[in-house]
Nanobody, 111 residues
């Protein structure tokens, strides 16, 4: 059984930073892509970032240059370092791998 567990969300002021983590059990992150998505209240879930098995990364235009996705093969964890946070980054952030989703972690950025 695959489980994805996000952590690291919280409340931060605009301009601040947070680091999200996604830990996996029952699967290995080193082969297939891992994605971060987010969903703000009243909005559709949207793509934030991805890292492939080869380590290739891609970002949504809205976060490029501020967010960094990385992978730790030893701990089977994917992280999302978020800097220069804006109020519009407020959302529930989800980890996604193959057909599986985590439960999400809330990020709230105050102005």
């Amino acid at each position: 059984q695959v489980q994805l567990m996000e952590s690291g969300g919280g409340l931060v002021q605009a301009g601040g930073s947070l680091r999200l983590s996604c830990a996996a059990s029952g699967t290995i992150f080193s082969v297939y892509p891992v994605y971060w998505y987010r969903q703000a209240p009243g909005k559709r879930r949207e793509f934030v970032a991805q890292i492939t098995g080869d380590g290739y990364t891609n970002y949504a235009d809205s976060v490029r240059g501020r967010f960094t996705i990385s992978r730790d093969i030893a701990t089977n964890t994917v992280s999302l370092q978020m800097s220069t946070l804006k109020p519009e980054d407020t959302a529930i952030y989800y980890c996604h791998h193959r057909a599986d989703w985590g439960q999400g972690t809330q990020v709230t950025v105050s102005s």
